[in-house]
């Protein structure tokens, strides 16, 4: 058997930045993410899978980083709620979160807004039954999702309007 | 002129982005588990696997010897115990001889990752000698041995008690029918999206800080003095923003105490964050409750009296138990007219994780119970169930039997608002089988009159500072759980001010630097906390309208604060900046600091016990629920819900209506599927009462796809004693969903399930009876005797009382007489 080495050195696209990078192999990317890179914004909730509170983009794709290994996003690009905002300006997803009550203690917030993000990214013409399709796998329990609906709804004809 | 009778405000009611908005939506805010320090160590805690048993022997040799271990802590390590309550002091961080539930701390390892940790729990050794498992309430009336903590009122008993306000048996017997009804309740937990979170480190000047995920920052200050033994002036806690609390970060918790003795032990910095699976061990959720109600009405629908008995399931800890117990109880004749009132309570101790505070805090079991059993009551009657209990909401100003002080009510409002809105009157008992609607309501407190331990000091206090920068800022120890309470602060002092809210720094829930706020629970935040801000922002304003005054010529109450300006109020061209106006404050006066407290008014009650219940304000909801039940499956859904919330005033509507509506998401949740359960393993697999669904993914709650359209009416009828009128919004509006829910079942397809949660096999045997000719009904049985104590005896104010208690039977004989 191979020896499983110690740490591993690789490099990932994060936020549009080359991020090399330096870990123990069994971490998720989660971890590699929070504790090697420092980019807390991302949060974890079950460990598991079930909450979607660490929701980040893969190559565009809303993707669980507690379910994915670090190893295996070697030359990735990854997106974060970090890489949200244009320098001090928000993103609209962003700032319509903040003004229609879409965080109230905010844990799920970047998770929920990549995964909206995503959404966005492929259609701005969404309805709210797509809107709720497509966050129902990240849980909130302080919202009732209704103003995080809302928010994404809001930010979507800001960014359609923005677009003509 | 107070900043409170304006006619138009600036800040207050208007929907604004919340302060600490733009750092959550950028990911930016610093969550407990998003803090590190260098040279941090890290902690696991070793759970026991018993439900019971006594530990005879704990080996940690071999965890110690593995490389990168630092430190092993036992039992023999914290000889103090803790509690969240005086007279329940009856936790160890880590048990020392006895463990009382799956899950319950034995041990912990601090290493150099949480890897190594976890590796070394593995080399912990232990040897438990199994005791009987006490696994409901049932079974510890029956058991009282063996006991599973040598205090309380007797065997299994934790807090039994009992209160009579009037002759309630000569009420009911008088009354034209009795309606007598049981009810279950079971557990369910917080399950707030971040898991606890704790980072000690000993600070250069040698005093120990802990940043911790915790709702009650001042009260876990002072466990923690205790339990270390150190003075509390060397003990700093800071909370963290919370990612959710509802409850479940209210109790002092073991791995606070742990992480903070093995920095004090180590001199580095020591964290934890707990895995999902341990928060549900670490639980203090909703309490199992089994409830009767004897309740009396007069042949139009009038309740003359009420006989309560609640029977609680308190699991393996005191932790807020005292209070919960007298919660099942004591804000049940808030809502209604009810002239006479008993009510008894027993908490048991189970081998299970313990209960203790979740929103609602005790009052939503009961209040499913009561509000069920009106629907019950109406459809006998034949009154419509708005009608019924518009007839009879308490009145603005009034005493209940029990001696609470009824301030401000817009409870009929909210429910003629629920029944316009839902086109209640030509859609109710009218809609196709299989649709439904269902009514309910409820009242809720605004902050507990007293404090967890007994003392003479404000229970909220704010510090104002204004330096010639123009900054504003302002200290004090609330919590911001994301229910907004920061956002409160900075309202109440920009509208004071006259400025807008972004100019206030809020620095909050930090025992070193800021004023102690006891903490946020009990729906206290707002008023107290509000009220606090409110004095200190009055008192710097009147030292600056003074110093303005003198350059303005004008007299000081002529001088207004607006839109970030300082101007006579004759001529607004006259006038300067706010920070024009901080300077010659500054000038005249020195440094610009002001305080302000809040201290809750007494209560009318005079007995024993009467401290439990009375509240500076009550807020008050109503709800209708639609449902659809496919009678093939028992599936419910709930398409729409309207709710209308008597807050006093919206400070900030946005954040208003999210309070509501997430209460309403959590409520629907309890009503339809949240519950934390426990199931026996097989003899041959120990026996052993395990927690059934220790996962977010098994333990159910509502995703985006389930929640309904909740529409949402705020009543506004400012109360006096809140700041701006401002009631609360974050509990009350939880707890009329679910007994409308139960309803609307009703409505729908004619069966009653009197226990929560309602789901489609309970609806499905239900609809079973129904069709063979039984009664359609799923809910408990009977109701156990209970060894409840001889009621403490008070009579109502309305015959004749004085708020105290009779200490003799021959009191309430004498007291028959004279009303015969």
Not at chain 2, 129 to 145: G, W
Request: charged share 25%; with cysteine.
């Amino acid at each position: 058997m191979a020896a499983v080495p110690d740490r591993v050195h690789l490099t990932y696209l994060v936020n549009g930045e080359e991020s090399p990078v330096s870990f123990a192999p069994y971490k998720t990317l989660l971890e590699v993410l929070r504790e090697d890179l420092n980019l807390t914004g991302t949060k974890h909730g079950c460990e598991l899978g079930e909450c979607g509170a660490c929701a980040v983009l893969i190559d565009g794709e809303p993707q669980l980083s507690c379910l994915v290994l670090g190893l295996e996003c070697e030359g990735k690009r990854i997106d974060t709620v970090e890489g949200l905002a244009r320098g001090t300006e928000l993103h609209p997803l962003q700032a319509a979160f903040a003004d229609c009550g879409g965080s109230q203690c905010g844990y799920c917030t970047p998770g929920m807004l990549m995964t909206a993000k995503a959404l966005l990214d492929r259609d701005l013409n969404v309805t709210r039954e797509q809107i709720k399709e497509a966050i129902s796998g990240n849980l909130c329990r302080c919202t009732g999702y209704q103003q995080i609906v809302d928010a994404i709804e809001s930010a979507a004809a800001e960014m359609r309007g923005a677009r003509k | 002129m107070s900043t409170q009778d304006k006619k138009r405000f600036e800040v207050v009611g208007k929907g604004r982005r919340r302060v600490d908005g733009r750092a959550k939506a950028l990911g930016q805010l610093r969550f407990a588990d998003d803090l590190a320090l260098p040279r941090m160590l890290h902690c696991k805690l070793l759970r026991s696997p018993h439900p019971h048993a006594v530990i005879e022997e704990i080996r940690t040799g071999r965890a110690e010897k593995l490389a990168g271990v630092h430190l092993v802590l036992t039992g023999k390590d914290f000889p103090v115990p803790f509690g969240i309550m005086p007279v329940s002091l009856d936790e160890f961080p880590l048990a020392p001889e006895r463990v009382r539930y799956v899950g319950d701390p034995v041990a912990a390892v601090v290493a150099t990752d949480e890897q190594t940790a976890t590796a070394a729990l593995d080399l912990i050794e232990i040897k438990y000698k199994s005791l009987k498992t006490i696994s409901d309430p049932i079974e510890a009336l029956q058991n009282p041995e063996p006991r599973i903590h040598e205090y309380g009122e007797q065997g299994n008993i934790h807090r039994n008690q009992a209160y009579e306000f009037g002759d309630v048996d000569a009420a009911l017997a008088a009354s034209d029918h009795v309606f007598e009804d049981t009810f279950f309740f079971e557990g369910n937990t917080h399950l707030a999206m971040e898991q606890q979170a704790s980072l000690a480190t000993v600070e250069g000047d040698g005093k120990l800080l802990l940043t911790t995920s915790t709702q009650n920052p001042h009260y876990l200050h002072r466990q923690l003095a205790r339990v270390l033994q150190m003075p509390a002036s060397h003990v700093r806690v800071i909370a963290t923003p919370n990612g959710g609390g509802f409850g479940g970060k209210c109790d002092p918790a073991n791995h606070e105490m742990v992480v903070s003795k093995a920095a004090l032990l180590l001199g580095r910095p020591v964290k934890i964050c707990l895995t999902r699976e341990e928060v549900f061990y670490q639980h203090r959720g909703r309490h199992p409750v089994l409830m009767k109600f004897r309740t009396g009405v007069t042949k139009d629908g009038k309740l003359t009296a009420m006989h309560l008995q609640t029977l609680l399931d308190g699991g393996g800890y005191g932790s807020h138990g005292p209070a919960s117990t007298f919660y099942t109880g004591v804000l049940t004749p808030v809502t209604y007219e009810l002239p006479r009132f008993k009510f008894e309570a027993c908490r048991t101790f189970t081998n299970k994780p313990p209960c203790g505070p979740k929103r609602g805090h005790g009052t939503p079991q009961p209040r499913f119970g009561q509000e069920v059993q009106l629907d019950k009551i109406a459809e006998k009657l034949k009154l419509d169930p708005a009608e019924l209990r518009l007839n009879m909401v308490t009145k603005r100003d009034s005493l209940t039997a029990s001696w609470l002080r009824i301030g401000s009510t817009g409870l009929a409002e909210c429910i003629r608002q629920v029944v316009a809105r839902s086109d209640w009157k030509s859609r109710y008992g009218k809609l196709p089988f299989g649709r439904g609607l269902g009514l309910a309501c409820s009242a809720y407190m605004c902050g507990a009159g007293v404090s967890i331990y007994w003392n003479k000091m404000p229970h909220s206090a704010v510090q104002l500072l204004l330096d010639r920068s123009g900054q504003v800022t302002v200290y004090c120890g609330a919590t911001e759980l994301g229910q907004g309470s920061d956002d409160v602060l900075a309202t109440i002092i920009a509208e004071v001010l006259g400025i807008d809210t972004g100019l206030v720094r809020c620095v909050t829930g930090d025992t070193g630097i800021t004023p102690v706020d006891l903490g946020s629970y009990s729906s206290r935040v707002t008023i107290m906390m509000g009220n606090a801000a409110l004095q200190a922002a009055e008192r710097v304003r009147g030292t600056l309208a003074e110093a303005a005054s003198e350059s303005l010529g004008i007299p000081p109450d002529r001088v207004v604060f607006s839109q970030g300006r300082v101007f006579a109020a004759e001529d607004p061209g006259k006038g300067m900046s706010f920070v024009e106006a901080i300077a010659l404050g500054e000038a005249k006066s020195g440094p610009l600091s002001t305080v302000g407290s809040y201290s809750p008014p007494k209560a009318p009650g005079k007995y024993k016990g009467a401290g439990v219940g009375p509240s500076p304000a009550y807020s008050f909801s109503a709800c209708v629920v639609e449902t659809e039940v496919d009678p093939k499956t028992g599936w419910i859904t709930v398409p729409k819900i309207w709710i209308a919330h008597d807050i006093g005033r919206a400070l900030n509507p946005v954040l208003a209506r999210g309070q509501v509506i997430g209460g309403v998401y959590m409520g629907l949740g309890e009503a339809l599927m949240e519950e934390q359960v426990f199931r026996r393993l097989p003899p041959k697999l120990s026996n052993a009462l395990v927690h059934r669904i220790p996962s977010m993914l098994e333990y159910k709650s509502l995703t985006a796809l389930d929640m309904p359209e909740v529409d949402v009416a705020l009543i506004e009828d400012p109360d006096p004693n809140c700041p701006f009128g401002a009631k609360e919004a974050g509990q009350g509006p939880l707890l009329p969903v679910m007994p409308a829910v139960a309803n609307a079942i009703y409505d729908a397809v004619g069966v009653r399930i009197d226990e929560i949660p309602i789901t489609p096999d309970k609806v499905l045997r239900a609809l079973e009876l129904k069709n063979s000719g039984k009664d359609p009904r799923v809910g408990p049985e009977h109701f156990p005797s209970v060894p409840y104590p001889k009621p403490i005896f008070v009579l109502p104010p309305g015959e004749g009382g004085d708020g105290g208690e009779r200490k003799s039977p021959e009191d309430k004989a004498e007291r028959k007489k004279v009303a015969a």
